[in-house]
């Protein structure tokens, strides 16, 4: 069974830093692409990052370009997302997602980022 589980939100002042992690399991992790997509109370759900399987071609969404960067552990089963210079409006859940739009799509239950001061 797919697990993914993420942890290291909180609650940090504006122009702040986080660093997200997932842990990854129950799936040969090397082989997926994983996302991170974020969920703000009343709105929809926001792609934010992408990573392929390899480790390699990481993409953004324009709002966080610059600012957030994904990586991976293959090793480890592990995908992170380290956030920087955080602004208000990056306040959300932050979920790490197997196979973003595709059927075997799975999402993490998600780890808390608030940015206020």
């Known amino acids: 069974e797919v697990h993914l589980v993420e942890s290291g939100g909180g609650l940090v002042q504006p122009g702040g830093s986080l660093r997200l992690s997932c842990a990854a399991s129950?799936?040969?992790?090397?082989?997926?692409?994983m996302s991170w997509v974020r969920q703000a109370p009343g709105k929809e759900p926001e792609w934010v990052s992408f990573?392929?399987?390899?480790?390699?071609?990481?993409e953004y969404a324009l709002s966080v370009t610059g600012r957030f960067t994904i990586s991976r552990d293959n090793a480890k089963n592990m995908v992170y997302l380290q956030l920087s210079d955080l602004r208000t409006e990056d306040t959300a859940m932050y979920h790490c997602?197997?196979?973003?739009?595709?059927?075997?799509?799975?999402w993490g239950q998600g780890t808390q980022v608030t940015v206020s001061s």
């Open positions: 997602v197997k196979d973003w739009g595709l059927t075997s799509e799975k």
């Open positions: 990573i392929n399987g390899l480790g390699t071609s990481p």
């Open positions: 129950g799936f040969k992790f090397s082989s997926h692409d």
